[in-house]
């Protein structure tokens, strides 16, 4: 029904930088937001950044002003810009998708595989 394919984790060192895509496909008949998140030690997932279709952006306190999250509403893709990463920055990174579909009420949540993210000191 829906995929989303993320691309662009890696091993980096400190202070590098990383950018993390997701690409949407299937059944959409709109976006109302998207995000990134990483798995919580309590076992749930805990949201790194978040954009609404709008443009609206949210970020964890630990991110702000070193990450930065866009998206083409056009490509249905959304993007995380990591700047300046720090080691305590690794996890596996995992997109979420807040989507209308075409012929169903309501929106639905749909996540991707997730990709790793490694800083190294």
């Known amino acids: 029904q829906v995929q989303l394919v993320e691309s662009g984790g890696g091993l980096v060192q400190a202070g590098g930088s990383l950018r993390l895509s997701c690409a949407a496909s299937?059944?959409?008949?709109?976006?109302?937001?998207m995000g990134w998140y990483i798995q919580s030690p309590e076992g749930g997932r805990d949201m790194v950044a978040r954009?609404?279709?709008?443009?609206?952006?949210a970020y964890a306190d630990s991110v702000e002003g070193r990450f930065a999250i866009s998206i083409d509403i056009g490509k249905n893709t959304v993007y995380l810009q990591m700047n300046d990463l720090k080691p305590e920055d690794t996890n596996i990174y995992y997109c979420?998708?807040?989507?209308?579909?075409?012929?169903?009420?309501?929106?639905?949540?749909?996540w991707g595989q997730g990709t790793q993210v490694t800083v190294s000191s």
């Open positions: 979420l998708a807040d989507l209308y579909l075409t012929g169903k009420s309501g929106s639905h949540d749909f």
């Open positions: 954009v609404l279709s709008a443009g609206d952006t």
């Open positions: 299937g059944s959409i008949g709109a976006i109302n937001a």
